[in-house]
């Protein structure tokens, strides 16, 4: 959404996708997907085209996976991106 919001507000959003992810070592890996939603009540519209995480672009899709890996690794753990649907 284009509006700032604060932790534990809560929203009426639309999914439009998942990144199935999962993290951990090799033998102690486990599923971590994250679910990607556009604000239901958008004002300004910039997302009201959006019905799926594709149609973003790539590029987004690429920097939002590139985010999910990049703060797994700053806790300490690796995360990796299986596939986006």
Sequence with gaps: ??????P???????????????????????GNDRIVA??????????SHVKHIDDHGKNFVREIG???????ELTGKKYSIIGVT
């Design 8 to 30: 534990g507000c809560v929203l009426k959003c639309r999914v439009v996708g998942v990144i199935e992810g999962e993290q951990g070592k090799k033998k102690d890996k486990e």
């Design 66 to 72: 590139n985010f999910f890996v990049n703060y797994h």
């Design 1 to 6: 959404m284009d509006e700032p919001a604060f």
């Design 38 to 47: 556009v604000e239901q009540d958008n004002h300004n519209y910039s997302y």
